[in-house]
């Protein structure tokens, strides 16, 4: 239990070993410290797990492994006379936790975690890792307080959206992120798939999207690495890498506007029917944005059909992402197709238009069994209460929709867009939302699923940049997601956080140390 400890020894014992504190992230809903002494990790630990708790269990052993080097065993009952360290992973008997809620319980004699669920158990196996550190006065030996903790998070859609439109992610990084986010509790990966930059999706029955529109044009002298698509193969295992961890993944296929992309490999599906290369963000310069599904042609909704069926049989998420937002409606006033569907459904605002093409988009999605999702500037045709609404542009567009009977994310770029720089949006500002508004109603309240941060990589694109971006912030929102609403105190959290840069170091995450 000696080897390869010298990094994670100075780490650990910033904090004095006897101290009754902790770093856990988020915090935990109650912790009660015993007065047992520690639970020393001496090999072999076993860990006993209870039937639909053996992914868990085999997941907790291979973290103990690669990041403590403890020699792990999973066995089917634990016999104290052949020694070795205890953790029982189990269903709590009166199935009392809540749902993702655990219990966990550690002494001298081992480590009790239960649960209600299989990822109330995950999420208990992530406390107790973040609860280990090394005793000095024994070498470094790695040990875990003695302790009785009780959590469960605050809200059930605590989400992160990654831009893969402006900038290709690479499969791999899309994998250390599901496993940063799984370690702190998060559930929710919002994959944004489509945008004016790029079709980031294979789409069998309609191969141009990838074929033509996955690429940015060769005169925007673009890093290779930059363009690209999934296959439906590699994003179903991203799906099952994902779901071992607890995290579903959301994707996003923006409609009508935001669509250049999809609009270069089918401009017959566009009201200029223009054919406008894929160019990053900012060099649209000089180029007519071509960026708007025709609204009056039936091909668009048939393009819509042959997408969203595949999508929908990819993505076992109950959610699919509809997009929505900045749609410019001038070119639909410009458009006589467009303009004689107006006449037929007898509406006479670009705004009721838009309102017709994303419930006829969405129907594939409820016909699939699932609900569809969009942002905020929807609410203003007052879209079907089907849709789940997320609020990015401020708070207030949350509120109206809460009002108006929606269920809501909320999203702000306030306080959640972490593309933004640290000048304008600091670790601190994160810490400090609140996704409630104060005039809220119980039954309003009831219908704010939770929060969720997004970044979008056309500023910064390289992943060393993408994590300096996120870390530390996102810090703040995994706690904000989780922990009950009076933990505001930011000084304390800013000091669990220094304790996390261990995790960084171990991640391979390049964090914005100014900022902890």
Same mark, same amino acid.
């Not at 104060?438 to 390289?462: F, V």
């Given at each position: 239990?000696?080897?390869?400890?010298?990094?994670?020894?100075?780490?650990?014992?910033?904090?004095?070993?006897?101290?009754?504190?902790?770093?856990?992230?988020?915090?935990?809903?109650?912790?009660?410290?015993?007065?047992?002494?520690?639970?020393?990790?001496?090999?072999?630990?076993?860990?006993?797990?209870?039937?639909?708790?053996?992914?868990?269990?085999?997941?907790?052993?291979?973290?103990?492994?690669?990041?403590?080097?403890?020699?792990?065993? *999973?066995?089917?009952?634990?016999?104290?006379?052949?020694?070795?360290?205890?953790?029982?992973?189990?269903?709590?008997?009166?199935?009392?936790?809540? &749902?993702?809620?655990?219990?966990?319980?550690?002494?001298?004699?081992?480590?009790?975690?239960?649960?209600?669920?299989?990822?109330?158990?995950?999420?208990?196996?992530?406390?107790?890792?973040?609860?280990?550190?090394?005793?000095?006065?024994?070498?470094?030996?790695?040990?875990?307080?003695?302790?009785?903790?009780?959590?469960?998070?605050?809200?059930?859609?605590?989400?992160?959206?990654?831009?893969?439109?402006?900038?290709?992610?690479?499969?791999?990084? *899309?994998?250390?992120?599901?496993?940063?986010?799984?370690?702190?509790?998060?559930?929710?990966?919002?994959?944004?798939?489509?945008?004016?930059?790029?079709?980031?999706?294979?789409?069998?029955?309609?191969?141009?999207?990838?074929?033509?529109?996955?690429?940015?044009?060769?005169?925007? *002298?673009?890093?290779?690495?930059?363009?690209?698509?999934?296959?439906?193969?590699?994003?179903?295992?991203?799906?099952?890498?994902?779901?071992?961890?607890?995290?579903?993944?959301?994707?996003?296929?923006?409609?009508?506007?935001?669509?250049?992309?999809? *609009?270069?490999?089918?401009?017959?599906?566009?009201?200029?029917?223009?054919?406008?290369?894929?160019?990053?963000?900012?060099?649209?310069?000089?180029?007519?944005?071509?960026?708007?599904?025709?609204?009056?042609?039936?091909?668009?909704?048939?393009?819509?059909?042959?997408?969203?069926?595949?999508?929908?049989?990819?993505?076992?998420?109950?959610?699919?992402?509809?997009?929505?937002?900045?749609?410019?409606?001038?070119?639909?006033?410009?458009?006589?197709?467009?303009?004689?569907?107006?006449?037929?459904?007898?509406?006479?605002?670009?705004?009721?238009?838009?309102?017709?093409?994303?419930?006829?988009?969405?129907?594939?999605?409820?016909?699939?069994?699932?609900?569809?999702?969009? =942002?905020?500037?929807?609410?203003?045709?007052?879209?079907?209460?089907?849709?789940?609404?997320?609020?990015?542009?401020?708070?207030?567009?949350?509120?109206?929709?809460?009002?108006?009977?929606?269920?809501?994310?909320?999203?702000?770029?306030?306080?959640?867009?972490?593309?933004?720089?640290?000048?304008?949006?600091?670790?601190?500002?994160?810490?400090?939302?609140?996704?409630?508004?104060?005039?809220?109603?119980? @039954?309003?309240?009831?219908?704010?699923?939770?929060?969720?941060?997004?970044?979008?990589?056309?500023?910064?694109?390289?992943?060393?940049?993408?994590?300096?971006?996120?870390?530390?912030?996102?810090?703040?929102?995994?706690?904000?997601? =989780?922990?009950?609403? &009076?933990?505001?105190?930011?000084? @304390?959290?800013?000091?669990?956080?220094?304790?996390?840069?261990? =995790?960084?170091?171990?991640?391979?995450?390049?964090?914005?140390?100014?900022?902890?």
């Amino acid at each position: 239990m000696k080897r390869n400890q010298t990094v994670l020894f100075f780490l650990f014992i910033v904090v004095p070993f006897f101290a009754q504190q902790h770093a856990v992230i988020p915090q935990p809903v109650d912790i009660t410290w015993l007065q047992s002494a520690p639970c020393y990790l001496s090999d072999p630990v076993k860990i006993v797990a209870e039937k639909g708790f053996l992914s868990e269990a085999v997941l907790l052993a291979g973290e103990l492994e690669s990041r403590f080097n403890c020699w792990v065993v *999973l066995v089917e009952e634990y016999n104290e006379k052949e020694g070795g360290t205890l953790i029982r992973i189990g269903q709590d008997t009166d199935r009392s936790h809540p &749902t993702e809620g655990y219990q966990l319980k550690v002494d001298s004699k081992g480590c009790l975690i239960t649960a209600s669920d299989p990822v109330g158990a995950f999420y208990g196996c992530n406390t107790l890792l973040q609860l280990i550190e090394a005793d000095p006065e024994k070498d470094g030996q790695y040990c875990i307080k003695s302790v009785d903790i009780k959590d469960y998070p605050r809200f059930g859609w605590r989400g992160l959206m990654m831009d893969c439109s402006r900038t290709f992610l690479s499969m791999d990084y *899309l994998k250390k992120t599901i496993d940063r986010m799984a370690f702190y509790k998060l559930n929710k990966l919002h994959l944004h798939l489509t945008d004016d930059q790029g079709w980031r999706l294979e789409i069998k029955s309609r191969p141009k999207l990838t074929s033509e529109g996955a690429a940015f044009a060769a005169s925007s *002298l673009e890093p290779e690495n930059f363009s690209g698509y999934y296959t439906q193969q590699q994003m179903k295992e991203l799906i099952a890498y994902a779901a071992q961890r607890h995290v579903e993944v959301i994707p996003e296929i923006e409609a009508p506007g935001h669509s250049s992309a999809a *609009l270069y490999a089918y401009p017959e599906l566009s009201c200029s029917k223009l054919k406008v290369p894929v160019y990053p963000l900012f060099a649209f310069e000089g180029e007519r944005l071509n960026d708007v599904y025709c609204a009056g042609t039936e091909d668009t909704y048939v393009f819509f059909k042959d997408v969203l069926g595949e999508v929908a049989r990819i993505f076992p998420s109950p959610y699919i992402h509809l997009g929505g937002d900045e749609v410019r409606t001038q070119l639909w006033k410009e458009c006589k197709v467009c303009r004689n569907k107006m006449n037929e459904l007898g509406i006479d605002s670009e705004v009721l238009l838009q309102r017709y093409m994303m419930t006829r988009a969405a129907e594939n999605v409820l016909s699939a069994g699932k609900m569809p999702i969009c =942002w905020d500037e929807a609410i203003e045709g007052d879209i079907g209460k089907d849709w789940i609404i997320m609020a990015w542009q401020e708070q207030e567009k949350g509120r109206i929709a809460l009002q108006k009977g929606y269920q809501v994310v909320m999203t702000p770029t306030s306080h959640l867009y972490f593309d933004y720089s640290y000048a304008t949006t600091p670790t601190r500002k994160v810490y400090s939302y609140d996704p409630v508004p104060p005039d809220a109603t119980e @039954d309003e309240k009831s219908r704010i699923l939770g929060i969720q941060a997004n970044y979008w990589t056309h500023i910064d694109r390289w992943e060393s940049r993408i994590d300096y971006q996120l870390f530390p912030r996102v810090l703040a929102l995994y706690e904000k997601a =989780w922990s009950e609403e &009076t933990v505001v105190d930011y000084d @304390d959290f800013r000091k669990r956080g220094k304790q996390h840069k261990l =995790w960084f170091h171990y991640f391979g995450i390049e964090y914005n140390g100014n900022d902890m």
